[in-house]
């Protein structure tokens, strides 16, 4: 059974910084792109950051770049997104999924991880 667990969300001010974790299971870790999305109140998930299958080619999207890092461990199933210089519109619920392929924001699970909040406020 494929699943996600995200962690590591929280309060934080403008300006600060967080790392959230996602631990998948259930499906073949390291052979699959990974992909960090946010659902912000009353909008649609979008897409926020991809990592190829190595971990050697990153992909952030506009409203991020520079600010989030996405990374992995393949050893230990794990995605992380580090994020840095927060702000307001950074709040939302985030969630991890595998890709259907690098660069697709089309998730290749219908399953969901329960996601970690992470409120931007000062």
């Known amino acids: 059974q494929v699943q996600f667990v995200e962690s590591g969300g929280g309060l934080v001010q403008p300006g600060g910084s967080l790392m959230l974790s996602c631990a998948a299971s259930g499906f073949t870790f390291s052979t699959y792109a990974m992909n960090w999305y946010r659902q912000a109140l009353g909008k649609e998930r979008d897409l926020v950051a991809s990592?190829?299958?190595?971990?050697?080619?990153?992909h952030n999207g506009d409203s991020v770049k520079e600010r989030f890092s996405i990374s992995r461990d393949n050893s230990n199933k794990m995605v992380f997104l580090q994020m840095n210089n927060l702000k307001p519109d950074d709040t939302a619920v985030y969630y991890c999924n595998a890709a259907q392929n690098f660069g697709s924001s089309r998730a290749a699970f219908t399953s969901w991880g329960q996601g970690t909040q992470v409120t931007v406020s000062s």
């Open positions: 990592i190829d299958t190595n971990g050697a080619v990153t």
